[in-house]
């Protein structure tokens, strides 16, 4: 056997593994009774450590030295899955093992305190632990600065968006952050003196809801043979790609947030599914990175299902389910309620053209702690200020400030920009599938995604990690990554 | 740490992951698409090699030396847990590697290859993997008996029951063989005297089935905190001991059938809930063998719920569920439908007088072709020899004959003695929990299990393995197995 092969064969089982973590949080969030908490986590935590071991196994060094002398008798893919293997095991083996636990301990206290605070509005009471959890994250950053050879928030940023660079996000937010407060009022302006939306009257009983869900999943492509939709507290996407486990929650008396929910993780779904079934258990077989799935998500949410084309054909569809009639149930209506501007606080509850400022507040208030520029004390006054720059709004308390999300009291730092960057990806590649096949928006007002689909599996599910995020993008779209498409995306639908 | 101490870590990990399989085994049989199959698959096969290689590692044979020197030290649960894990060793390390994958590939064939033979009672299509099946399962036990020093059958039994004696079982077997064919006579003259059972006539809708399953479930005192009801193909008691799932099926025209199912396991179900908490994960803290299992299933379904205590119980809840009345849906017509003796070809079809028989049938079938004096060749025709001697009835064909059963084509030799064992321990450990609780009969007649669980916590249940099943049976009971307490359960039951 050679070096790769090798290679390959013990990535496939902590692959697999990885997968069984998977499916087991899924039942964990979904249907496992509360008392199975303590052995699940006992569960997940055993897996987790087996597989850290595998990979810090120490004969993975010489494997990866001896398999770059084999280069040559390597595919591009084989090439790009080493690449990858590589990637991995420089995170893994960047950190002592004392401060891998250190950390792992202390976002676990931290998330405790936050679950606790958060409702209370109790930021003072969070600041401690979360303290603790940064001061450890800084280490982990130069400790994985130093092995990566990037600098402290790259290498945080590489785990969620490989190959990622603050550089350059950098520059695209601050384009952004120009951009959408004068966007923003002229949407506003124009919103006032339009027609306002008129309110649909519940109750939407929950089995109607999850039937029209169904219903649309089954029209973007969504095979029930290789997946299931569910209900859990937080809607995610989970399972493994041949068999991928969409889930969401119902609300009564709306039912438009969990039916474009359902819509969103089916974009996640869809491209797990779509990854290449030949590199299945191999990194390289792994979708590329957080920023490219939610492209895959706001793909389907934002660009196909919040079309006016799409909105056509779902409403009558609406009708039928919940036994609508009259103007309110008209598309153009419904249309009303899915485009609706409203600068808020709330980050998960944002429209399209505020949600970006949430995502670049949160990056440069994370950036400038892992860099050392601003403590944990300062975050309540500089969230709140750099809200109301961006928004206009002022948070009246943490709770719907600085407390409102879990990824810094939890230790994911560096996921945040992954949330715009998929945005703005989104708008770039469905552009440039209209472009490639102009039939996609008629499809869409027939409710038939396989012209769209189609383009995506070939330019970005089929490339799977065989190339960064970046190349990917390029090579479908011809350039890389570029606002002025996300904001004439947006002026198109919002001031058009 | 000591020897002890760093054993009894590695086999928590290894628990661990066995207890993550077993969740991932219940998924697969009842919520995963079809599609998930394969990477299933690959998930369980890669946490059974990494759960092999712990308990396969070189570095145990020293620790198990070093231990049994500290054996002063070690609590009397700690000494049994010590025993064990060295079982477990010893049952892992008995094989070369080459055999366990041949054994397992032959195994996984055959019972692909019986999967279409049953159904065409076609004995000859899997004749030559059945034969290769054997072999290997000869060899697993030449090497298992020498390593153990048991004999060649006993050292298939100690996987499923641990220090179990073919000897003793002959001897039990072959006092029920006696009494068994002229009882059974006696029985069927006594039953043809009575009035037939009345029809109940259905549908039985499946929402109300499992909601009289979830009442009864609730009155024998599971909780559904730390447990769950669900749907399978094949009904089975899985998931971990804080949180045990059972699974049935519903029969719209029969709920008899699944309301027992459903009580079947919920007494496997209250076995593992009642496992003791402190020794969760360790060998010590698991179930005492199958034997005991069935014993603790068929305590409840057998013992408690086909009495006329219970069954009075259960009328007027059944009546309730499915709007019965008239004398069909008495307790006294219950009880003839679930008391009802008919001499069949199928195992998991027989009542309780029958089944013994078709225990003992297959129990001297298999430890005659496995000590090498009979081969498969043979079966088919001793099969229907044994089973006209011991039920007076013939199969017509193969399918329901040697074909109906799964375990010889899978591998599962020596399994089968554990489902009688478990009906004669059930009869036993009720009997003296009368004697110990009188109150038990009368808490029965209003659906209450308290003293009866009770007891079975404190004798069976909370001692988990810390002791042999004999020996937790002779102190529970005050004697060891004694097929005159079964066989006065039987009278008492069908000729009183």
New interface residues.
Partial sequence: MTAYETLSRKFK?LH??Q???G??SW?MST??????A???T??????S??CHELLTDPALEGLFEEAAGDGRGLSDWQQANLKEMRRRWMHATALESDLVEAHAKACKRCEMVWRDARPKADFAAVLPSLTEVLRLTREVSAAKAERLGCSLYDALLDEYEPGGASARIDAVFADLADFLPGFLEAVLTRQQDRPAALPLAGPFPKDRQEALGRRLMAAVGF??????LDVSLHPFCG?????VRITTRYDEDDFMTALMGVLHETGHAMYERGLPADW??QPVGEARGMAMHESQSLMIEMQACRSAEFIAFLAPLARDAFGGTGPAWEADNLQRHYNRVEPGFIRVDADEVTYPAHVILRYRLEKAMIEGTMEPEALPAAWNEGLRDLLGVTPPDDRLGCLQDIHWYDGAWGYFPTYTLGAMTAAQLFAAAKKARPEIPEALSRGDFAPLMGWLREQVHGAASSASGEAILERATGEPLNPEIFKAHLKARYLA
């Avoid at 006992?42 to 897996?47: I, N, R, V």
């Fill in positions: 089982r697999a593994l997968e069984a973590a499916v087991l039942d249907v496992m009774p509360s008392g199975g303590e052995a699940r006992e569960q997940l935590a055993t897996l450590v087996v095979d029930f043979d290789h997946g299931r399972g493994v790609p041949d068999d299945r258990l």
